[in-house]
């Protein structure tokens, strides 16, 4: 079992920028890849970004393409988001995500591990 703890969410303005955390506690972290996925409310959970399980990879929504930027630290079990020229649009509440090797990205289906989600709001 994976336990993924976010932090790092807030009420910002439009323009600011904003870094999240989410710690595994797991001492496999590094065999997963990891993503972000945010969601609105009355609205599906959509795909922001992922990084592979060596970090070397990465791949972004297109909304958020040259604004966000994720990496990962293996030797802390932590993956970061780090939001810049933040937009209302951006405001939803952020999971972070575990899948093992071998499956696709882009879907919530392909993640075994969720955590509880951290707000961010963006007021303009």
């Known amino acids: 079992q994976v336990q993924l703890v976010e932090s790092g969410g807030g009420l910002v303005q439009a323009g600011d920028s904003l870094r999240l955390s989410c710690a595994a506690s797991?001492?496999?972290?590094?065999?997963?890849?990891m993503a972000w996925f945010r969601q609105v409310p009355g609205k599906e959970r959509e795909f922001v970004a992922t990084?592979?399980?060596?970090?070397?990879?990465?791949y972004y929504a297109d909304s958020v393409k040259g604004r966000f930027t994720m990496s990962r630290d293996n030797a802390k079990n932590t993956v970061y988001l780090q939001m810049n020229s933040l937009k209302s649009e951006d405001t939803a509440v952020y999971y972070c995500a575990a899948r093992p090797r071998g499956r696709g990205f882009l879907e919530t289906r392909e993640y075994t591990y969720w955590g509880q989600g951290t707000q961010v709001t963006v007021s303009s």
């Open positions: 797991t001492r496999s972290f590094s065999t997963y890849g």
């Open positions: 990084i592979s399980w060596s970090g070397g990879s990465t």
